[in-house]
């Protein structure tokens, strides 16, 4: 199946800070990638979804100024959460999908564990 | 949003036992997929049933999908430990432009 790949798996930063996770799709092009954010024992909130080429479409609550989404390739796509804080602490999860892929599946990253100290 | 319910929400078996949990949708849906989520992992896509199918199998998967009921139905049979893991329903709706919706989860322990 398609591999993604999502970096880092884990950071801790300072409130106030900026993090970027980056989402790549390794041996496949992805035109459309999703965000989804995990809480604990919760299920995937989708945050927005990025199309190659185009900006993001958030979903109604997420901010689009703290969430920055980049799509600028095939095979990549970047969330960075700026001026982090403490309730921005979450799994953030990726995946690709889309009309290149059969069947509407979606593969996933592995998520990345933010911590905001 | 989400729509997807799953029942139960956490089930403890024995290996070697049978396991089956439950999603019920609201929407018309294009297809219905379920995935298993490892402890702190992302998402393995298991299985895919087609909105015009009823039964499905792959391996020691069975999926069942009733779309006058809105509802659908994953067993796992011959389980192992190796199949602990959170399991989730979603659904491609009609007109969601690719997006997924997904249930809540069935938390899944097998004991040795």
């Known amino acids: 199946g398609a591999v993604v790949s999502q970096h880092p798996s884990w950071v801790i930063c300072k409130s106030g800070t900026s993090v970027k996770i980056e989402c790549r799709s390794l041996?496949?092009?992805?035109?459309?990638m999703f965000w989804y954010r995990q809480f604990p024992k919760q299920s995937l909130m989708l945050m927005a979804t990025?199309?190659?080429?185009?900006?993001?479409?958030?979903e109604q609550g997420v901010e689009k100024d703290k969430f920055l989404i980049n799509h600028a390739s095939l095979t990549l796509s970047t969330l960075t959460v700026t001026s982090a804080h403490p309730e921005d602490s979450s799994f953030y999860i990726c995946s690709a999908g889309g009309p290149i892929l059969a069947k509407n599946i979606q593969y996933f990253g592995a998520g990345t564990r933010l911590s905001v100290l | 949003s989400q729509q997807g319910e799953e029942d139960p929400q956490a089930l403890s078996i024995q290996e070697g036992e049978n396991a089956t949990m439950n999603c019920s949708y609201k929407?018309?849906?294009?297809?219905l997929q379920w995935y298993r989520q490892n402890s702190g992992r992302g998402l393995v896509h298991l299985i895919l049933i087609r909105s015009n199918e009823r039964e499905k199998h792959s391996g020691r998967l069975r999926v069942t999908l009733d779309t006058s009921k809105k509802s659908s139905s994953l067993l796992i049979t011959a389980s192992r430990a190796a199949d602990t893991a959170s399991y989730f329903c979603a659904t491609d709706d009609l007109g969601s432009n690719y997006k997924l919706t997904f249930g809540k989860g069935t938390l899944l322990t097998v004991n040795p």
């Open positions: 990025s199309n190659e080429g185009s900006k993001a479409t958030y």
């Open positions: 929407t018309s849906i294009n297809n």
């Open positions: 041996d496949f092009q992805a035109t459309t």
